[in-house]
């Protein structure tokens, strides 16, 4: 079995109205976040708006994950999804840990901008490979198990978790390599208003591939670590 060759077959198999939802969360966020000027001054609506955007990539990861597990009515609030939201809700407080970390390791003063992706990338990938186990938590989830049920899952893959990180190494970081620089770059670079939004339509289409990616990964390994069979979700 090729892990690799298995999550592209997974992620091909995506519905067309998820794949639409998918792009509509990651690129209108973009829009939003690398459209507008960098701003210091953060205020309450500027926190209602983070929750909002959370809110908008969290209902379309869970709805991308559970389809492309074969789960019927991804769009439908459940149980599931809750469960699912409390296990991304972990993992990005996990993610803004270890972003903090790569700021503190690259230095105070004006860094510049490639040493700010490097250590930046570094923290993201080793974050990511710390968590491996919990990709398939997340199709689990999704799909409506409960938490009791996720011990075994995290068993089950302890002989697989070389190959399933090295298809993440393989197939989900230079996506994450590419959407880092763009994120800094439009954080880092002034330029035109023009120019600002086209970058924030392409980071928007990297972010949805590699949030594509790593749900379809997750479906692998929770087929692995669950004995069923691979293939592509009924549609």
């Known amino acids: 079995m090729s892990i690799r060759r298995d999550t592209l077959s997974v992620l091909r198999s995506i519905r067309p109205d998820v794949l639409g939802a998918l792009l509509v969360a990651t690129i209108g966020v973009d829009l939003l976040d690398l459209a507008a000027p960098p701003n210091d001054d953060i205020g309450v609506s500027d926190v209602i708006a983070v929750i909002i955007r959370v809110v908008i990539v969290f209902s379309a990861s869970y709805a991308v994950q559970r389809q492309l597990a074969g789960g019927a009515q ?3 609030p459940t149980i599931a999804m809750a469960r699912f939201a409390v296990l991304q809700l972990l993992l990005l407080a996990g993610y803004g840990l270890a972003t903090k970390l790569g ?30 186990r919990l990709l398939a938590w997340n199709a689990a989830l999704a799909m409506g198990e409960p938490f009791s049920t996720l011990s075994e899952i995290w068993r089950r893959q302890a002989g697989h978790l070389g190959a399933i990180g090295g298809a993440y190494i393989a197939l989900i970081l230079p996506v994450t390599a590419i959407h880092l620089a763009m994120t800094l770059v439009s954080l880092r670079i002034v330029m035109t208003a023009n120019l600002r939004l086209a970058l924030a339509l392409v980071d928007g289409l990297f972010q949805a591939l590699e949030l594509g990616l790593a749900c379809a990964l997750g479906v692998v390994a929770w087929r692995i670590a669950t004995a069923i069979e691979a293939g592509p979700p009924p549609r």
């Open 74 to 76: 991804p769009f439908r």
């Open 103 to 132: 700021v503190i390791f690259q230095g105070t003063g004006e860094v510049p901008l490639a040493t700010q992706w490097l250590f930046g990338f570094l923290a993201l990938a080793f974050y990511a490979l710390f968590t491996i």
